[in-house]
């Protein structure tokens, strides 16, 4: 029993971040049609940037540095580089291909290659017994965090003007810029806030793994396409019950079964998905 | 004239090892010396590879991150068979090409019922299925992250030691040659106009009375197939497979190269296989020399590319033409000068 409440609890606090990197995925993908390849950039630019000033300034200021980096990265990159490609799909999916290679070959030259063991809140490498389990505290850190994040996503989503135009956007651009609203700003505002919720990825991230590399978010970064792809592209709530299913599934299936096969068994779903319904859990029909 | 150019290339590229031409700051040594012949081996693979990725990305419109799979396939498929089971080259390179083109028709079936970004996804997935596989070591068949030697015990006598790099460079080319025949003549070929059509508009495709899927399966396992050859001879140049082979980086690469070349271009797709091959080769080189991020090859591709989506959208291939209005608009100034000048 013990074993089921801890692969339960890693299982979701893996959800967590996987739900924290798609939903910015998914929001990105669902209002301006962009597949954004440099989303693991930005993770790694909201991790590296709190590890470089952590031990000045104290974590939790340092955190929100990381934010705020990660959060500009993604506006920036919206602005100078998706947007001049306007409506051409396949070079702005290029272009993010090339900056994510560019971008974490750049930080590879700053931070070098290797792993740096990235610092956490004291309390957060205890142990809580849950239901006889020894659970880390870490797990809980993530998970509070993804259910916040998704609380106040969905408040966002549905009680500001904003919110109203980015649904509407997802539901069919045209009409809402034939309705005279510039959606082009709500384009920038996603892609911050998806830079915002990845940047937070990827420092949780660092805390859950211990330690932070260039490469670490290219390897999340197809798991939550996987994951954005199930819960249906745009859709928020579908990403995040897609997170819970594929963090739980792999780690169980990798605990019961031998190593990989969890990775191996959430593709499995994902084409299991796919064939049955082609737009995912709940959105809109996956074409380019 | 322009159609024999490529049969003077390709004379010149069968005859390049007999030449010591010594071209400093391009290539290390001679033109002759195996280090040189190594590195243009491996850019001549990376062409035909790359040319292998343009048949589904830039002719047919499939944007398929798994190219690497198949890839992967041949390469560790040969290996296995030689290194373990000690099979003679030639059946080993056959059933494994056979093998790639059958797993491509598997996950192809499979992938081929999305389209678009979804399609993309799945494929994007599937070769990474794969790339856990093969780093897992599964049965102590693929050497997991070390990779697998080939072992040289098993290879034709011709294709061992450093003296025989001269005819690695020739079974390169031959791949090279053989990738290019065959997707010029699918080019030429009815089906390759059909494939064009399916990227500019399925459905007219579908109108038409054709399959699409029907087609776009048989392109999808056409590619599989000239990946895993490509594959086998990857691991014949490099003298191995690393689970580098099945990564989803070299699936992004081969984009890049047939961006950079000119993607959906007669031979586009090859020179940028083989500028990308030679840069990422030279770069990682003279990595120390060069300040700041510029010592990373992906760096300075990456960025190269960027620039290249914006201000190069036809790739090199397409620079010839780019040229043809500014030369056309200096032609009659020049005549009304004159003209003006005599009045």
Redesign the interface.
């Known amino acids: 029993m013990s074993t089921v409440v801890l692969l339960t609890l890693t299982g979701l606090g893996l959800a967590a971040l996987y739900f924290l990197i798609a939903s910015g995925l998914s929001l990105v993908f669902g209002l301006a049609g962009v597949l954004n390849f440099a989303h693991g950039l930005f993770l790694s630019v909201g991790a590296y940037a709190t590890w470089s000033v952590a031990g000045s300034w104290g974590l939790l200021p340092a955190m929100l540095l990381g934010v705020a980096a990660a959060a500009a990265t993604g506006a920036l990159v919206e602005l100078v580089l998706i947007r001049p490609l306007y409506t051409r799909h396949t070079e702005q999916v290029l272009v993010t291909v090339g900056l994510s290679l560019a971008g974490v070959a750049l930080l590879q030259s700053v931070w070098g290659a290797d792993a740096r063991v990235f610092p956490r809140p004291a309390w957060a490498s205890e142990v809580i017994g849950v239901a006889g389990a020894q659970v880390p505290a870490d797990r809980f850190l993530l998970i509070g965090a993804a259910v916040l994040v998704l609380l106040g996503l969905l408040a966002f989503l549905r009680y500001t003007r904003y919110g109203l135009v980015i649904r509407a956007g997802v539901e069919n651009r045209a009409m809402v810029s034939a309705l005279g609203i510039d959606v082009r700003n709500a384009f920038t505002l996603v892609f911050a806030i998806g830079g915002a919720l990845a940047g937070l990825a990827g420092i949780l991230g660092g805390m859950y793994f211990s330690a932070i590399s260039p490469g670490q978010g290219a390897s999340l970064l197809i798991f939550a396409f996987i994951v954005v792809v199930i819960g249906g592209l745009g859709s928020v709530a579908g990403a995040a019950a897609a997170a819970v299913a594929v963090g739980l599934l792999q780690q169980f299936v990798n605990y019961y079964g031998t190593a990989g096969a969890g990775d191996v068994s959430v593709v499995v779903l994902l084409s299991a998905v796919l064939l049955l319904r082609p737009a995912g859990l709940a959105g809109k029909v996956a074409t380019a | 004239m322009k159609r024999l150019t490529p049969l003077v290339l390709l004379v010149v590229a069968v005859a390049l090892p007999w030449s010591t031409l010594h071209l400093p700051g391009l290539f290390d040594g001679p033109l002759n010396s195996p280090g040189t012949l190594q590195l243009l081996a491996l850019c001549l693979v990376f062409g035909g590879l790359a040319l292998g990725y343009d048949l589904l990305f830039g002719r047919s419109g499939l944007?398929s991150f798994g190219h690497a799979l198949y890839i992967a396939a041949g390469a560790y498929g040969v290996d296995i068979l030689i290194s373990h089971y000690g099979w003679p080259l030639w059946q080993a390179a056959l059933v494994t090409v056979l093998a790639a083109a059958v797993l491509a028709a598997l996950l192809g079936s499979?992938a081929l019922?999305?389209?678009?970004?979804?399609f993309?996804?799945?494929t994007?997935?599937?070769a990474?299925?794969g790339h856990?596989?093969i780093?897992?070591d599964p049965g102590g068949l693929t050497g997991g992250e070390e990779g697998l030697p080939l072992a040289s015990a098993g290879l034709p006598a011709a294709l061992v030691g450093v003296t025989n790099t001269v005819n690695l460079y020739w079974v390169a080319l031959a791949f090279l040659t053989v990738v290019v025949l065959v997707v010029h003549t699918v080019d030429r070929s009815p089906l390759g106009r059909t494939l064009t059509g399916l990227r500019d508009d399925e459905r007219r495709i579908a109108v038409l009375g054709l399959s699409p899927y029907r087609l776009k399966l048989l392109v999808f396992v056409l590619a599989g197939a000239l990946a895993g050859l490509g594959g086998v001879t990857y691991a014949l140049v490099v003298g191995g497979a690393s689970p580098h082979v099945a990564s989803?980086?070299l699936t992004?690469?081969l984009?890049?190269m047939a961006?950079l070349g000119g993607a959906g271009t007669r031979w586009g797709a090859v020179l940028g296989g083989v500028l990308y091959a030679y840069l990422d080769q030279r770069l990682a080189r003279l990595g120390g020399a060069l300040p700041?991020?510029f010592?990373?090859?992906?760096?300075v591709?990456?960025?190269l590319?960027?620039l290249a989506?914006?201000f190069v959208?036809g790739g090199l291939a397409g620079l010839g033409g780019r040229f043809e209005p500014l030369r056309r608009a200096l032609r009659p100034r020049t005549r009304t000068s004159a003209a003006a000048e005599s009045a």
């Not at chain 2, 010592?295 to 760096?299: A, H, M, R, T, Y």
């Open positions: 944007l499979v019922q999305t389209s678009g970004i979804a993309s996804m799945v994007l997935a599937f990474q299925v856990i596989v780093s897992r989803s980086e992004l690469s984009i890049v961006v700041g991020p010592g990373e090859p992906l760096f591709l990456g960025t590319f960027i989506v914006y959208p």
